[in-house]
C-alpha cells in the first residue's frame, strides 16, 4: 500500500496533474470553434466534421479501457511520460500536414495519449491522498483547472483566428506546454504503488471490472452525466441561435458562462466534498441540474437563456465526485483499471449523447428543443440512481472498508 504522507514531491506531483489537466482541456474543449473553420476550408458537412470531436472521444475511450492497466503494471511515472510524449509528438505533428483526414488522424492518436496519461494521473491521485475523502476533494481541483483549460483553449482559438493565425498553432502551444510538463515529471519523485508479483496486472484484469456493480455503477453514472453535460456544449448554442428576448447578452455569452460556472463550482467543491456527506450533495445538485433542463423544455428558450448557463454550477461536483468514489472502490494497485473502465463510459457519453440528441433534433426538422427533451431523460436517470445510492447507502460499506485498508 502506498505511503500518502504529505512531502514536497507530493504538492508537485498535485500541480502537476492540475496542469495536465487544463492542458488537454485547452485542446479538446477548443474543438468546437474549430469545427466552423474546417467546415470551411474543406466544405464539409457538419456530421463529417463533427468527426473532430466524436473521433477523439471514441479514441479516449478505447484508450481508457484498452491500456488503463498500464498505469497500474507500469507505474504511474512511467504511463504518464509515455502519455504526455506521445501527445507531444502528434501535436507537433499538426505542421507536417495540411489535410481533414490528416488532422483527424492526428487528433485520434493524441486521444489515445490523453487516455493513458489520464488514467495514470487519475491513478495517481489515490496513491497521495490520506483519505477516500481527500481523494474527491483532490479529484474537484483537478477538475477545476480541466474546467479551466475548457474557458482558455476556446479563447486562445477564437483570438488566434481574429488576428489571422491558423487554429492548429493550439497544438504546438500545447505541445510546447507537453514538453514542460514531461521535464517535471521526469525529476519528480513519485510514491511507490503496491504491487503483487504472483498477481500481474493485465488488460484482462481491468476487463472483468465491467461486471463489478460498483465499476458499472459509477461507470453508467458517469455516461448519464456527461451525455446531460455535452447537451450544453454541442448543442446549447444551437438552441440559443434564434433567441431574440431581451436577455441578449446571457444568450450571446452562454457558454462561456456555463463554463465559468462549473469551474467555479469545482473550486467551491474543494471545500465542499471535504466537509458534507458526497451522496447528499450529489442528490440535491442532480435534482437541480434536472430541473434546470425540465425549465428548459417547458418554458422554452425564455427560461433556457437563464437556467442551462446555471446548470454549470451545480454540474461542476457531479462528474469529479463520480470518478473519485468509483476509483476509491478499488485497491491501489488497480485504480489505474479503474480509472480507464469510468473513462470509457465517460468518452462514450461525450461522444453519444450528443449525437443521439442531433438524430432526435433532425428527426423532427432541426428542432433543438427536441434533443434537449433526450438530454432531460439522461438528467432524470442520472438523479434517480443517485437518489437511490443516498437513500440505500450502497456504497458506503465498500468505501468504509478501502478507506482502513488503503489509507490508514
Not at 496519461?117 to 483537478?142: C, E, P, W
Not at 456555463?258 to 467551491?268: I, K, M, P, T, Y
Not at 468514489?325 to 462514450?348: D, E, R, W, Y
Amino acid at each position: 500500500m502506498t505511503n500518502a504522507q504529505t512531502s514536497p514531491d507530493n504538492t508537485i506531483i498535485r500541480w502537476l496533474t492540475y496542469m495536465m489537466f487544463m492542458m488537454f482541456a485547452m485542446t479538446t474543449d477548443a474543438v468546437g470553434v474549430i469545427i466552423p473553420e474546417v467546415m470551411k476550408d474543406f466544405d464539409l458537412s457538419m456530421t463529417a466534421a463533427g468527426m473532430l470531436h466524436y473521433g477523439p472521444m471514441l479514441a479516449i475511450a478505447l484508450s481508457g479501457i484498452l491500456f488503463g492497466f498500464l498505469a497500474d503494471r507500469l507505474g504511474r511515472k512511467k504511463t504518464i511520460i509515455l502519455g504526455l510524449a506521445l501527445f507531444t509528438l502528434t501535436a507537433y505533428l499538426f505542421l507536417a500536414g495540411s489535410t481533414f483526414a490528416y488532422y483527424l488522424g492526428l487528433m485520434m492518436i493524441s486521444g489515445v495519449a490523453i487516455g493513458i496519461f489520464k488514467t495514470a494521473a487519475l491513478a495517481l491521485i489515490g496513491d497521495i491522498s490520506t483519505s477516500t475523502t481527500q481523494h474527491t476533494s483532490t479529484m474537484n481541483g483537478v477538475e477545476a483547472f480541466f474546467g479551466v483549460g475548457a474557458i482558455i483553449g476556446p479563447l486562445i482559438v477564437t483570438y488566434m483566428l481574429t488576428q489571422g493565425v491558423d487554429w492548429k498553432w493550439l497544438y504546438i502551444f500545447a505541445a510546447t506546454f507537453c514538453v514542460g510538463l514531461i521535464v517535471m515529471a521526469l525529476f519528480v519523485k513519485y510514491p511507490e504503488s503496491k504491487q503483487t508479483p504472483e498477481n500481474p496486472i493485465t488488460l484482462q484484469q481491468t476487463l472483468k471490472m465491467l461486471k463489478d456493480p460498483y465499476a458499472l455503477g459509477f461507470s453508467l453514472g458517469a455516461f448519464l452525466y456527461v451525455a446531460t453535460e455535452s447537451a450544453i456544449y454541442v448543442w446549447m448554442p444551437t438552441l440559443l441561435l434564434d433567441y431574440s428576448g431581451n436577455a441578449l447578452f446571457l444568450a450571446t455569452y452562454a457558454l462561456t458562462i456555463f463554463f465559468v460556472l462549473r469551474a467555479a463550482g469545482r473550486f467551491l467543491g474543494i471545500w465542499m466534498m471535504a466537509r458534507f456527506n458526497w451522496a447528499v450533495v450529489m442528490s440535491l445538485f442532480s435534482f437541480a441540474i434536472l430541473m434546470c433542463f425540465v425549465g428548459t423544455i417547458i418554458i422554452g428558450t425564455a427560461a433556457a437563456v437563464y437556467l442551462l448557463p446555471l446548470s454549470g454550477l451545480f454540474m461542476s461536483v457531479i462528474y469529479p465526485t463520480l470518478n473519485s468514489k468509483g476509483i476509491s472502490c478499488f485497491p491501489k494497485q488497480n485504480h489505474g483499471g479503474a480509472a480507464g473502465v469510468i473513462l470509457f463510459f465517460t468518452a462514450l457519453g461525450a461522444a453519444f449523447g450528443p449525437l443521439i440528441m442531433g438524430l432526435v433534433s433532425d428527426s423532427y426538422g432541426g428542432n433543438a428543443e427536441y434533443g434537449f427533451m433526450v438530454a432531460g431523460i439522461f438528467a432524470g436517470l442520472l438523479f434517480v440512481g443517485l437518489l437511490i445510492n443516498q437513500l440505500k447507502s450502497l456504497t458506503d460499506a465498500r468505501l468504509q472498508a478501502l478507506e482502513k485498508s488503503e489509507y490508514r
